[in-house]
Protein backbone atom coordinates (compact mmCIF):
# COMPACT_ATOMS: atom_id res chain seq x y z
CA UNK A 1 0.00 0.00 0.00
CA UNK A 2 1.15 3.52 -1.09
CA UNK A 3 2.38 5.23 2.33
CA UNK A 4 1.23 8.93 1.87
CA UNK A 5 -0.83 10.14 -0.65
CA UNK A 6 1.22 11.37 -4.02
CA UNK A 7 3.06 14.69 -4.08
CA UNK A 8 1.80 17.59 -6.66
CA UNK A 9 4.96 16.52 -8.36
CA UNK A 10 4.19 12.14 -8.82
CA UNK A 11 0.32 13.06 -9.16
CA UNK A 12 0.91 15.64 -12.34
CA UNK A 13 3.27 12.75 -13.80
CA UNK A 14 0.84 10.08 -12.44
CA UNK A 15 -1.79 11.85 -14.54
CA UNK A 16 0.42 12.14 -17.65
CA UNK A 17 1.15 8.34 -17.79
CA UNK A 18 -2.40 7.95 -18.03
CA UNK A 19 -3.24 10.03 -20.36
CA UNK A 20 -0.39 9.73 -23.08
CA UNK A 21 0.07 6.74 -25.77
CA UNK A 22 2.62 6.19 -27.59
CA UNK A 23 2.72 8.48 -30.69
CA UNK A 24 1.73 11.49 -29.16
CA UNK A 25 2.51 14.57 -29.44
CA UNK A 26 2.49 16.79 -26.32
CA UNK A 27 4.05 19.78 -24.53
CA UNK A 28 6.13 20.87 -21.79
CA UNK A 29 5.77 24.37 -21.43
CA UNK A 30 8.62 25.42 -18.41
CA UNK A 31 11.64 22.83 -19.49
CA UNK A 32 13.04 23.97 -16.58
CA UNK A 33 16.10 20.71 -15.31
CA UNK A 34 14.37 18.69 -17.88
CA UNK A 35 12.80 16.43 -15.41
CA UNK A 36 9.64 16.75 -17.08
CA UNK A 37 10.41 16.70 -20.14
CA UNK A 38 12.41 13.26 -20.06
CA UNK A 39 9.32 11.64 -18.55
CA UNK A 40 7.26 13.21 -21.29
CA UNK A 41 10.06 11.69 -23.80
CA UNK A 42 9.60 8.22 -22.62
CA UNK A 43 5.94 7.97 -22.31
CA UNK A 44 5.77 9.11 -26.38
CA UNK A 45 8.35 6.69 -27.45
CA UNK A 46 10.35 6.62 -30.56
CA UNK A 47 7.31 7.70 -32.99
CA UNK A 48 6.12 10.54 -30.56
CA UNK A 49 7.57 13.91 -29.98
CA UNK A 50 7.54 16.56 -26.90
CA UNK A 51 7.70 20.14 -27.92
CA UNK A 52 9.80 21.78 -24.99
CA UNK A 53 9.89 25.41 -23.94
CA UNK A 54 11.56 27.45 -21.87
CA UNK A 55 12.44 31.38 -21.60
CA UNK A 56 16.19 30.58 -20.37
CA UNK A 57 19.19 29.16 -22.22
CA UNK A 58 20.70 27.40 -18.87
CA UNK A 59 16.80 26.20 -18.74
CA UNK A 60 16.95 24.32 -22.82
CA UNK A 61 21.25 23.05 -21.83
CA UNK A 62 20.15 21.47 -19.04
CA UNK A 63 16.99 19.72 -20.61
CA UNK A 64 18.62 18.89 -23.41
CA UNK A 65 22.32 17.17 -21.78
CA UNK A 66 19.58 15.18 -19.44
CA UNK A 67 17.72 14.17 -23.10
CA UNK A 68 21.19 13.29 -24.28
CA UNK A 69 22.39 11.39 -21.41
CA UNK A 70 19.29 9.08 -21.64
CA UNK A 71 19.04 8.58 -25.28
CA UNK A 72 16.35 10.37 -25.73
CA UNK A 73 17.30 13.76 -27.53
CA UNK A 74 15.99 12.78 -30.64
CA UNK A 75 11.95 13.07 -29.01
CA UNK A 76 12.33 16.25 -28.15
CA UNK A 77 12.01 19.57 -29.68
CA UNK A 78 13.49 22.15 -27.23
CA UNK A 79 12.13 25.70 -28.04
CA UNK A 80 13.80 28.83 -26.38
CA UNK A 81 11.10 31.08 -25.96
CA UNK A 82 8.20 31.81 -23.56
CA UNK A 83 5.19 29.20 -23.69
CA UNK A 84 3.10 32.28 -24.59
CA UNK A 85 4.17 31.74 -27.95
CA UNK A 86 3.16 27.87 -28.21
CA UNK A 87 0.99 28.90 -31.48
CA UNK A 88 3.97 29.95 -33.51
CA UNK A 89 5.28 26.73 -33.22
CA UNK A 90 2.60 24.44 -33.46
CA UNK A 91 -0.72 23.44 -34.91
CA UNK A 92 -1.26 20.18 -34.53
CA UNK A 93 -3.76 18.48 -32.03
CA UNK A 94 -1.56 17.21 -28.95
CA UNK A 95 -2.72 15.11 -26.31
CA UNK A 96 -1.21 16.73 -23.36
CA UNK A 97 0.47 19.84 -21.41
CA UNK A 98 2.46 20.19 -18.39
CA UNK A 99 3.42 23.61 -16.71
CA UNK A 100 5.49 23.21 -13.50
CA UNK A 101 5.05 26.63 -12.22
CA UNK A 102 7.54 29.27 -10.39
CA UNK A 103 11.55 29.38 -11.14
CA UNK A 104 14.04 26.91 -12.39
CA UNK A 105 15.42 24.86 -8.87
CA UNK A 106 19.13 26.00 -8.42
CA UNK A 107 18.60 28.80 -10.83
CA UNK A 108 17.68 32.77 -10.53
CA UNK A 109 14.90 33.16 -8.51
CA UNK A 110 13.82 36.16 -9.94
CA UNK A 111 12.76 34.73 -12.88
CA UNK A 112 9.42 32.88 -12.36
CA UNK A 113 6.75 32.49 -14.75
CA UNK A 114 3.87 34.96 -14.55
CA UNK A 115 -0.15 34.57 -14.76
CA UNK A 116 -0.23 37.38 -17.80
CA UNK A 117 2.31 34.88 -20.01
CA UNK A 118 1.29 31.25 -18.12
CA UNK A 119 -2.51 31.85 -19.07
CA UNK A 120 -1.79 32.79 -22.54
CA UNK A 121 -0.46 29.94 -22.96
CA UNK A 122 -2.61 27.54 -21.13
CA UNK A 123 -5.79 29.66 -23.55
CA UNK A 124 -3.63 28.59 -26.42
CA UNK A 125 -3.23 24.54 -24.83
CA UNK A 126 -6.45 23.89 -24.52
CA UNK A 127 -7.32 25.10 -28.04
CA UNK A 128 -4.83 22.71 -29.14
CA UNK A 129 -5.63 19.80 -26.77
CA UNK A 130 -7.74 16.37 -28.89
CA UNK A 131 -10.19 14.68 -27.10
CA UNK A 132 -9.53 13.49 -23.41
CA UNK A 133 -6.13 15.12 -24.18
CA UNK A 134 -5.10 17.11 -20.40
CA UNK A 135 -3.26 20.24 -19.21
CA UNK A 136 -1.90 19.81 -16.15
CA UNK A 137 -0.13 22.51 -14.21
CA UNK A 138 1.82 22.25 -11.05
CA UNK A 139 1.24 25.92 -8.80
CA UNK A 140 3.63 26.92 -6.25
CA UNK A 141 1.93 29.70 -4.27
CA UNK A 142 4.92 30.10 -1.86
CA UNK A 143 6.86 32.96 -4.04
CA UNK A 144 6.68 36.75 -4.40
CA UNK A 145 4.00 36.53 -7.34
CA UNK A 146 2.60 32.77 -7.24
CA UNK A 147 -0.66 33.58 -5.16
CA UNK A 148 -1.24 35.90 -7.72
CA UNK A 149 -0.89 33.96 -10.53
CA UNK A 150 -2.44 31.17 -9.23
CA UNK A 151 -5.83 33.03 -8.45
CA UNK A 152 -5.71 33.98 -11.93
CA UNK A 153 -5.62 29.74 -13.14
CA UNK A 154 -8.19 28.84 -10.37
CA UNK A 155 -10.67 31.57 -11.39
CA UNK A 156 -9.70 30.53 -15.32
CA UNK A 157 -10.45 26.76 -14.67
CA UNK A 158 -13.44 27.22 -12.37
CA UNK A 159 -15.09 29.30 -15.05
CA UNK A 160 -14.67 26.48 -18.13
CA UNK A 161 -17.95 24.57 -19.25
CA UNK A 162 -17.84 21.64 -17.61
CA UNK A 163 -19.69 19.89 -20.62
CA UNK A 164 -16.30 20.60 -22.54
CA UNK A 165 -13.66 20.24 -19.73
CA UNK A 166 -13.60 18.20 -16.67
CA UNK A 167 -11.48 20.44 -14.16
CA UNK A 168 -9.54 19.03 -10.82
CA UNK A 169 -7.87 20.60 -8.40
CA UNK A 170 -5.01 18.39 -6.04
CA UNK A 171 -4.70 20.61 -2.95
CA UNK A 172 -3.34 19.03 0.75
CA UNK A 173 -4.95 21.16 2.98
CA UNK A 174 -3.10 20.51 6.26
CA UNK A 175 0.81 20.81 5.57
CA UNK A 176 3.00 23.49 6.95
CA UNK A 177 3.71 26.51 4.13
CA UNK A 178 1.79 26.79 1.19
CA UNK A 179 2.73 23.09 -0.58
CA UNK A 180 2.29 22.73 -4.47
CA UNK A 181 -0.75 21.75 -6.28
CA UNK A 182 -2.03 19.89 -9.10
CA UNK A 183 -4.71 21.87 -11.52
CA UNK A 184 -5.70 19.52 -14.06
CA UNK A 185 -8.06 20.12 -17.41
CA UNK A 186 -9.12 17.48 -19.18
CA UNK A 187 -11.10 18.15 -22.44
CA UNK A 188 -14.17 15.91 -22.74
CA UNK A 189 -15.40 16.68 -26.66
C1 LIG B 1 9.80 25.12 -11.86
S1 LIG B 1 10.78 25.35 -13.29
C2 LIG B 1 10.36 23.97 -14.31
C3 LIG B 1 10.87 22.65 -13.83
C4 LIG B 1 10.90 21.58 -14.90
N1 LIG B 1 9.59 21.25 -15.40
C5 LIG B 1 11.65 20.34 -14.50
O1 LIG B 1 11.10 19.23 -14.59
O2 LIG B 1 12.83 20.46 -14.14
C6 LIG B 1 9.97 26.71 -14.12
C7 LIG B 1 10.62 27.07 -15.44
O3 LIG B 1 9.72 27.94 -16.15
C8 LIG B 1 10.49 28.77 -16.96
N2 LIG B 1 9.68 29.89 -17.46
C9 LIG B 1 9.37 31.06 -16.84
N3 LIG B 1 8.58 31.81 -17.64
C10 LIG B 1 8.41 31.11 -18.80
C11 LIG B 1 7.72 31.37 -20.01
N4 LIG B 1 7.02 32.49 -20.18
N5 LIG B 1 7.77 30.43 -20.98
C12 LIG B 1 8.46 29.26 -20.80
N6 LIG B 1 9.14 28.98 -19.67
C13 LIG B 1 9.12 29.88 -18.68
C14 LIG B 1 11.65 29.16 -16.05
O4 LIG B 1 12.72 29.65 -16.82
C15 LIG B 1 11.93 27.85 -15.34
O5 LIG B 1 12.97 27.15 -15.95
Redesign the pocket.
Known amino acids: MQKDFRNAVQFSHLLLKENIEVGDLVI ?10 KYLAELVGVDGKVFA ?4 EK ?1 IA ?2 KELLEMNDLADRAELIL ?4 EINQYLSQKISAV ?1 F ?6 G ?1 NKE ?4 SE ?2 IA ?1 LKQSIELLKKNGVVILVI ?1 SGHSGGEEEKKVLLDFASALDYKKFNVLNYEFLNQPGPPPQVLAIKKRI
Do not use: M
Open positions: DATAGNGHDTFDIQAKTDSHAINLGYLPGIITKSTAY
